[in-house]
């Protein structure tokens, strides 16, 4: 069967950015950052980023290239069969993982376009948002009404193919996140008492950081930049082989985090606005489709067009971003199983879409209808989001990095890596040194960390 590739260098960078930029850099990253230390945090998280997050992205971009496969095939290449090509299969097992639960946020955020748009938040008095929300979610059948259509158009783009499904769509959404992304920032730096705001972010408060900082900094960049899932991997696949490895890889990190700071550049200073404490709200869900909205409407004048406008735009800019990743976390499964099993690409991704559809939807309906559904206390949201990033996530990390570092035969990873001896690579050694050493220490830490095994260890 031919195998598709993107048709161009800059088509190949915005689908990794737009697989990178999601929902983690809107709704953690700036809440995150502003309560550890602002720059503080920013230069440590740049740095996490630098020493782990890149050489782990150019590992696996220099496996999808190289093999030209699947993920799981890929791994299978690279490892001459032994028992590392598991790594590629828990990446695809990762990626569909995540995407069952991912998926259900990205409806909620069409939901809430839908709903600034409709300017359903005019009058709305502060402490009812949360009933808003709450009432939504638990809704018999709305969400799911949501969920359908946000699968429908990732379907929908995973069918029309490599080059007209998912290089065309990050062609024209990503430049839009962008505008869209700039605009309410600017529009949010206008208001008065913005320079709260942005002291917020910005300013670097060392005081604030100590390990549990660092090891939060690595987790957020490891999602932040959908390492460990396959998608990098998938979607390197497809990369032509004139594609520099290394600075696709410096592209797309520069680009999220840029998208990142922006985020803190748009709520922030509306936050501070109508002087509300940022360090008492949390991240994710809450923050998004609990504060937010509320401040959007103070900030901007209550029904006011501005209002509309603003958070309307907001939560495009959330669904694109959540739709762009999505996409990604799809082509994972879909490449998967049309490669593997041999099937046509439209039977491959149905296949992948009905899995989806089921498990989206008992996930969706795990805050209302099953909410009484649990394991270990968590509704089925909950298992799904705890599994994957706790658990699946830092350790495909670990292992992708000990397999690149140690085991990857060194001269086909640098053949690969300076594109057959015409690129320099200068950060050779470097990279090596962080896959062998730091990478897998660090990440070993996040692990630790994350499960709730450091704190047991250390009591
Ligand atoms: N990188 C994405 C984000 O920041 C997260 C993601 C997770 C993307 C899984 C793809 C797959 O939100």
């Not at 050493?437 to 660090?442: C, E, R, T």
């Amino acid at each position: 069967m031919e195998r598709e590739n993107f048709g161009s260098k800059i088509g190949a960078v915005l689908a990794a950015a737009g697989s990178a930029v999601g929902l983690g850099n809107i709704w953690r990253f700036p809440i995150e950052t502003g309560q550890n230390g602002g720059a503080a945090f920013i230069i440590i998280y740049v740095l996490c980023i630098l020493m782990l997050g890149l050489p782990i992205m150019i590992s696996e971009f220099l496996i999808g290239r190289y093999t030209h496969a699947n993920t799981a095939a890929a791994f299978r290449i690279v490892s001459n069969g032994s028992p590392w090509k598991w790594v590629g299969r828990m990446g695809v097992f990762t990626g569909w993982f995540i995407l069952c639960y991912y998926v259900v946020v990205g409806a909620w955020t069409m939901h809430y376009a839908f709903l600034s748009v409709t300017n359903t938040f005019a009058d709305v008095p502060a402490k009812e948002y949360g009933d808003i929300f709450n009432n939504f979610v638990a809704h018999p059948w709305l969400p799911t009404v949501w969920l359908w259509v946000f699968i429908g158009v990732i379907h929908y783009v995973i069918t029309r193919g490599v080059q007209s499904g998912i290089e065309k769509s990050a062609k024209l959404m990503m430049p839009t996140l962008f505008f869209v992304a700039v605009f309410l920032a600017v529009c949010s730096i206008c208001l008065p008492g913005a320079s709260q705001g942005l002291a917020f972010l910005l300013k670097p408060d060392w005081s604030k950081v100590d390990s549990t900082t660092v090891l939060d900094a690595m987790g957020q960049a490891f999602y932040s930049l959908s390492l460990a899932m396959g998608c990098l991997c998938t979607y390197a696949s497809y990369f032509g082989r004139t594609t520099p490895l290394a600075k696709s890889a410096v592209n797309v990190a520069v680009i999220d985090t840029l998208i990142a700071i922006m985020a803190g550049f748009i709520i922030f200073p509306s936050m501070f606005n109508i002087g509300m404490d940022p360090n008492e709200v949390g991240v994710g869900a809450g923050l998004t489709f609990v504060s937010l909205p509320n401040v959007f409407q103070q900030a901007l004048g209550d029904g006011s067009f501005l209002a509309v406008v603003f958070s309307t735009l907001f939560y495009f800019l959330l669904f694109v971003a959540a739709l762009t990743s999505a996409i990604s976390l799809h082509e994972v499964a879909t490449a998967y199983v049309t490669e593997e099993f041999g099937m046509a690409r439209k039977k491959g991704a149905a296949l992948v879409t009905a899995t989806i559809l089921v498990l989206g939807t008992l996930c969706s309906l795990s805050f209302g209808p099953l909410s009484g559904v649990t394991l270990f206390g968590r509704n089925l949201f909950s298992v799904f989001d705890d599994l994957s990033g706790r658990i699946l996530l830092p350790l495909g990390g670990m292992l992708i990095s000990i397999f690149a570092g140690w085991v990857l035969d060194r001269k086909l990873y640098r053949d690969e890596l300076s594109n057959g001896g015409v690129l320099k690579t200068p950060y050779f050694k470097l990279l090596v040194f962080s896959l062998r050493y730091i990478a897998p220490l660090a990440i070993g830490l996040v692990f630790l960390e994350q499960t709730g095994l450091f704190a047991f260890l250390l009591r």
